[in-house]
């Protein structure tokens, strides 16, 4: 194999991946043979421009020497196109990275359920619940969490992945030098974070449409939480599509704004998914090993901040039909169990609900809320079973009260 400098400075040319790839492609792979050669011999290449010879600028090395000693300094380590680290999964795709820049350890990709939980950047409490679910039930059922790490949806699934005790591979858009703190350092300590950019790499807007791909090309799937009309995440499923992924969206509510893409999705033929096992149940003739369902009480993510109303109702499960004068001896769920993961909104919800068949407007009159809260927290409540939606907009608690 060509020596490393080579690999290191055809990933820092400024050409597009699928140009760097074709030039690779052209010299049966080695970097080094393309180094030497000279524009004559590239210009007759299929797809390369005047211009594509221009942005190569000078041949030199010592950039790439320069990049080598900031990833020994940084601990980033480099994975080539020819490395058997390199994942065939990524490889497969029509504009492959011809290097990875990789913090961590990064895990055997294509031997994973790999899922990018990905969404806008300004969830709604619905969303910020449901992108943490997302990643927390993904790795519960032996999946592996994919994640731009973006402020949002992203970097929410990533932490639900990280309480589970998961593994996350991040994909950045910049170089990994520019990727730390935070959840970022929490990401490399477990699982891996990669980038197609050396260290040193200016940022550009293209950078981020070129994540995508490369976010989408390490997945089996895509879930989508919430994307509004105008969304990113749009243009994330659209490069999944193209490379045969598997699409899925959350549901949310008809007249959501953050939903419109989401809800949309699903009328095109995504997969509507409320939990983590939905997505991985796909996947589980191909990793009957690793794909598991650990049961309702495993799947349940751990809350921060308990709230603590123990004394306010008793909780049970719903049921498909009314009993009238239960017995007293039935058993309820424990009530301080059921209510410690609500957030304040959820619980002065469930504290104005007096009455079976209550009507949205009159939920949202006595818990002073705004009505898109108010309808996006009753989502929440109902996916946890503690709600039944009925017709005409009417909501009935799952209670007992004491």
């Not at 790490?149 to 910049?174: F, N, Y």
């Not at 959350?250 to 997969?271: E, M, W, Y």
């Not at 308990?306 to 058993?331: C, G, N, Q, W």
């Not at 993961?341 to 919800?349: D, K, P, T």
């Amino acid at each position: 194999m060509a020596a490393i400098k080579y690999w290191v400075w055809l990933s820092a040319l400024r050409v597009r991946p699928s140009v760097k790839y074709r030039l690779l492609g052209h010299f049966n792979g080695d970097p080094m043979e393309l180094y030497y050669a000279n524009d004559k011999q590239l210009l007759t290449i299929e797809g390369v421009t005047d211009g594509d010879i221009a942005n190569m600028g000078c041949r030199e090395l010592d950039s790439a020497m320069e990049i080598l000693g900031r990833c020994e300094q940084e601990g980033i380590s480099v994975v080539t196109l020819q490395d058997a680290a390199y994942p065939r999964r990524l490889q497969n795709i029509y504009d492959p990275p011809v290097a990875l820049y990789v913090r961590g350890r990064l895990p055997a990709v294509d031997e994973e359920a790999a899922i990018a939980v990905i969404g806008t950047r300004e969830p709604t409490p619905y969303g910020v619940k449901m992108a943490r679910r997302m990643g927390y039930e993904i790795t519960k059922c032996g999946g592996l969490v994919l994640s731009g790490l973006t402020r949002g949806i992203d970097r929410l699934g990533a932490e639900g992945a990280l309480r589970a005790g998961g593994r996350v591979v991040g994909v950045a858009a910049t170089g990994l030098e520019s990727a730390t703190g935070g959840i970022f350092d929490d990401v490399a300590s477990t699982g891996a974070l990669v980038s197609e950019y050396p260290p040193g790499t200016t940022v550009l807007k293209t950078n981020f449409r070129q994540r995508n791909r490369v976010t989408a090309g390490l997945s089996e799937g895509v879930v989508v939480v919430e994307a509004p009309e105008r969304s990113g995440a749009l243009l994330f499923v659209d490069e999944a599509l193209e490379q045969g992924k598997e699409i899925f969206a959350v549901p949310g509510n008809a007249d959501a704004p953050n939903s419109v893409g989401t809800n949309r999705l699903i009328q095109d033929g995504a997969k509507a998914v409320s939990t983590g096992w939905d997505i991985l149940c796909e996947f589980e003739g191909l990793y009957r090993n690793r794909i598991r369902y650990p049961g309702r009480e495993r799947l349940k993510i751990p809350q921060e901040e308990p709230a603590e109303y123990a004394d306010f109702v008793k909780v049970r499960e719903p049921s498909s039909k009314k009993v009238i004068d239960k017995e007293k001896h039935e058993e309820y769920i424990d009530l301080e169990k059921q209510l410690e993961g609500l957030s304040e909104r959820q619980l002065a919800i469930i504290a104005c609900m007096t009455g079976p068949s209550m009507h949205i407007d009159d939920i949202i009159e006595s818990a002073v809320l705004d009505a898109p809260t108010v309808l996006s927290e009753l989502t929440v409540l109902e996916l946890e079973g503690m709600v039944s939606q009925e017709p005409g907009k009417r909501f009935t608690l799952n209670i007992i009260r004491g």
